[in-house]
């Protein structure tokens, strides 16, 4: 069994900030890339950025230079830092991330079950 459980959602006010993690546990003997993703209403969910296991990373072109992940491989966890929240960030955030399980062959891609980012004033 792998969990992967987000928190740090919140309500923020225009150009707040914001900090998300994502956990991972079980058994887990290592993890590839991890990404977020977001889903506001009546949107399809899209990728916010991701980040492999040796830290490169890629962004969606609506969020670079306001956030940056990063991950602590040692503690299976990810993290989003969001600065300069606008309106239209508001949405579901959801972790996603390739695992290799121990006593495994296959590669698990799991997801968590979201956190909700509100900016708004």
């Known amino acids: 069994q792998v969990q992967l459980v987000e928190s740090g959602g919140g309500l923020v006010q225009p150009g707040g900030s914001l900090r998300l993690s994502c956990a991972a546990s079980?058994?887990?003997?290592?993890?590839?890339?991890m990404r977020w993703y977001r889903q506001a209403p009546g949107n399809q969910r899209e990728l916010v950025a991701s980040?492999?296991?040796?830290?490169?990373?890629n962004y969606a072109d609506s969020v670079k230079g306001r956030f940056t992940i990063s991950r602590d491989n040692a503690k299976n966890t990810m993290y989003l830092q969001m600065n300069s929240l606008k309106p239209e960030d508001t949405a579901v955030y959801y972790c996603?991330?390739?695992?290799?399980?121990?006593?495994?062959?296959?590669?698990?891609?799991?997801w968590g079950q979201g956190t909700q980012v509100t900016v708004s004033s």
């Open positions: 079980g058994s887990i003997f290592s993890i590839n890339t």
């Open positions: 996603n991330a390739d695992i290799w399980r121990i006593g495994q062959s296959v590669l698990l891609n799991a």
């Open positions: 980040i492999t296991s040796g830290s490169s990373t």
